[in-house]
């Protein structure tokens, strides 16, 4: 069995503003993360970031979204610049696979079911932000396309403990849910 480990939007923009930072900081999101990373880099499982960005205009973003449309004009999510940057404390290297998506789901229009079909992945564990969005799709999506799923639970945040629980309570018929510290890899 092939893993892939996909880390979504834990992206200076998106950590730094309530109530998202506080939920990061509260659930220990960053630290547990870095563990969990840790844990992959060492059994050989490669990483993809997944990032939400675009264009100054916002012209990728879909049409009809209340969600993006919040965010014209604001500076916010801009391709190339430091607040669509991946936080230093998971930070990636060169090698890792680096996913740029213009919408909620990291699948669609991005290049993540090439780079799943090219490394022969069966198996996704997923973290990041936020759990009722972005993470939820992973799960979804990933699900309906026959493969394996591990959700590390303390390292998704959503914007408040009600909504990340019942998130996590519906996801748990789709996926395997771990802890940080419970998660572990299989060497390659």
Request: glycine share 6%; proline share 4%; net charge negative.
């Amino acid at each position: 069995m092939s893993s892939l480990y996909i880390v979504i939007d834990l992206i200076h923009d998106l950590l730094a503003h309530e109530p998202m930072k506080e939920q990061i900081a509260r659930r220990h999101i960053l630290e547990n993360g870095a563990l969990v990373l840790a844990k992959a880099r060492a059994a050989g499982v490669p990483v993809a970031y997944v990032r939400v960005a675009f264009t100054g205009d916002f012209a990728e973003a879909p049409t009809a979204s209340p969600l993006f449309s919040s965010f014209k004009g604001s500076g916010l999510l801009r391709l190339g610049s430091s607040g669509v940057a991946v936080h230093p404390a998971i930070a990636p290297l060169p090698a890792d696979i680096d996913i740029v998506k213009h919408g909620v789901s990291p699948f669609i229009g991005t290049r993540l079911d090439a780079e799943i079909a090219r490394l022969g992945v069966t198996q996704l564990y997923i973290s990041g932000i936020s759990t009722t969005l972005a993470v939820s799709s992973a799960v979804r999506e990933g699900h309906d396309r026959g493969l394996a799923i591990t959700l590390i639970e303390d390292t998704c945040a959503a914007h408040d403990d009600t909504d990340h629980a019942s998130e996590i309570r519906i996801l748990s018929q789709l996926c395997t849910i771990r802890s940080a510290s419970e998660t572990t890899f299989v060497s390659l």
